[in-house]
């Protein structure tokens, strides 16, 4: 099995830098996911990373290190669009790829 | 256009009678899979499949059963359903191997079970 931590909620101001954090356990690690996600509508794709490091985006950079179980996603220059909910997803190789997601960290944006 | 479509988008049901959401992606992936969205809850995953014929129970199964009889098509059935499945449901599809880094996402099915 699988367990994902990440915060349940973040605040921060239109303009800003603001990192979300995640935390996993899992044993057949093959990936992690960032999804961005607004109320009602499907998840939308952000970063991928499978080795350790940063993986830069345009505003948004996703990091990961495999032997701390760790990975983060920083949103820099925040727009009020970018208030949403994030979701930490890894995927287990060791159960056909399939992923697990966190439970999403909702961010809101403030002016 | 790649797309993964679901059916129906919304629904109000009554307990007990059975339904049947459909999903189909048009992107020949090996990969299917169906997840509940619950506030507070996440995403989580019902059921699985990795080929035509090949099923497997994800997180939360109870209540749920699958079918994959064809490559494209991954219907989810609730047999007798109960006002606690009551959830928003997506679809999701994958292809395998390396290029499988990109999960596609169904528009979600409000179901409401009363």
């Known amino acids: 099995g699988q367990n994902i931590d990440q915060p349940t909620e973040m605040t921060a101001t239109e303009g800003a830098i603001v990192q979300i954090n995640c935390t996993y356990q899992t044993s057949g690690f093959n990936g992690l996911f960032w999804y961005q996600q607004h109320a009602g509508e499907a998840p939308t794709f952000l970063s991928y990373n499978v080795l350790d490091g940063l993986e830069e985006k345009g505003r948004f950079s996703s990091f990961l290190s495999r032997s701390k179980g760790y990975s983060y996603l920083l949103l820099k220059e925040l727009q009020m669009k970018d208030s949403a909910s994030y979701l930490c997803?890894?995927?287990?190789?060791?159960?056909?790829?399939?992923?697990?997601f966190g439970g999403g960290t909702r961010l809101m944006v403030k002016p | 256009e790649a797309q993964v479509t679901q059916n129906p988008r919304y629904l109000i049901t009554v307990t007990g009678k059975k339904l049947t959401v459909t999903c189909s992606q048009n992107m020949n992936h090996e990969y299917m899979s169906w997840y509940r969205q619950d506030p507070g809850l996440g995403l989580r995953q019902i059921y699985y499949?990795?080929?035509?014929?090949?099923?497997d129970k994800g997180d939360v199964p109870e209540g749920y059963k699958v079918s994959r009889k064809e490559k494209r098509n991954f219907p989810l059935i609730l047999e007798s359903p109960s006002p606690n499945q009551t959830s928003l449901y997506f679809c999701?599809?994958?292809?395998?191997?390396?290029?499988?880094?990109?999960?596609?996402f169904g528009e979600g099915s409000w179901l409401t079970v009363v």
């Open positions: 999701a599809s994958q292809p395998q191997g390396r290029s499988g880094n990109t999960i596609y």
């Open positions: 499949s990795m080929n035509v014929e090949v099923t």
């Open positions: 997803a890894v995927r287990d190789g060791n159960a056909g790829n399939m992923l697990t």
